[in-house]
């Protein structure tokens, strides 16, 4: 079993940054491919970015390509999500998550097998 706890949301203004944290206990997350993913009021889950295993591997949804890091420190089992530029439409609760084996849909919810309780990101116009 995989407990995942995020941290390091909050209020922050348009054009602002933020960096996300998850952090992982009992088990080492270096044999897990990791992602995050947000949900907005009334949205679906949104796929945010991903990264395999070793880290040399990343994904970003369109929408944050260019604003968003994903990055990794497995001797920390820790997952981070650099967030930068952020727009009132980033508004979400932000969970990450952890898949393992081999992934084949980075994007897709459906490989993930534990997740974080999620962390309140909130960007004001």
């Known amino acids: 079993q995989v407990q995942l706890v995020e941290s390091g949301g909050g209020l922050v203004q348009t054009g602002g940054s933020l960096r996300l944290s998850c952090a992982a206990s009992r088990r080492t997350l270096s044999s897990y491919s990791m992602g995050w993913f947000r949900q907005a009021p009334g949205k679906e889950r949104e796929f945010v970015a991903a990264?395999?295993?070793?880290?040399?591997?990343?994904y970003y949804a369109d929408s944050m390509k260019g604003r968003f890091t994903i990055s990794r420190d497995n001797a920390k089992n820790t997952l981070y999500l650099q967030m930068n530029s952020l727009k009132p439409e980033d508004t979400a609760v932000y969970s990450c998550?952890?898949?393992?084996?081999?992934?084949?849909?980075?994007?897709?919810?459906?490989?993930?097998?534990?997740w974080g309780q999620g962390t309140q990101v909130t960007v004001s116009s």
């Open positions: 990264i395999s295993w070793s880290g040399a591997n990343t």
């Open positions: 998550a952890a898949a393992y084996g081999r992934v084949t849909s980075f994007s897709s919810p459906t490989p993930y097998n534990y």
